[in-house]
């Protein structure tokens, strides 16, 4: 496992991580854009339909198996939140060489059986 924190670098700096069975991908900085995102859209000053639509759902009642007003909300807030990383120049060739680099260096792990 690699402990090199050295980003790929650009708008949303993007960590490659190993573990013993994976590449993960740290996008940090993406997670606090979407949650930015998200409080934009609950605080907008024009458009309050998240920020009522989250009261209703708070509202209702806890043993409603209905869960269409709470998927509808996350749908609303996902369309306004950032899901994107745009990677400048030949930072996307840089990442796939770090992804690759990381994915064929490693084994995967064998499976622990328990006695049964």
Known sequence: MSTDRTPITGPI?????????AVVLDMAALTRLVVGDVLDALLHPEDTSAWDRLHELA?????TDNR??????VEQIAAAASSKVPLYGTKAVE??????????T???????????
């Open 59 to 63: 509202e209702a009642p806890a043993a």
């Open 68 to 73: 269409l007003p709470y998927e509808e909300l």
């Open 13 to 21: 700096p993007i960590y490659v991580e190993t573990t013993p069975a």
């Open 106 to 116: 490693r084994p995967v792990p064998k499976q622990i059986r328990r006695a049964s």
């Open 95 to 104: 990442l796939s060489r770090e992804l690759a680099s990381r994915s064929w």
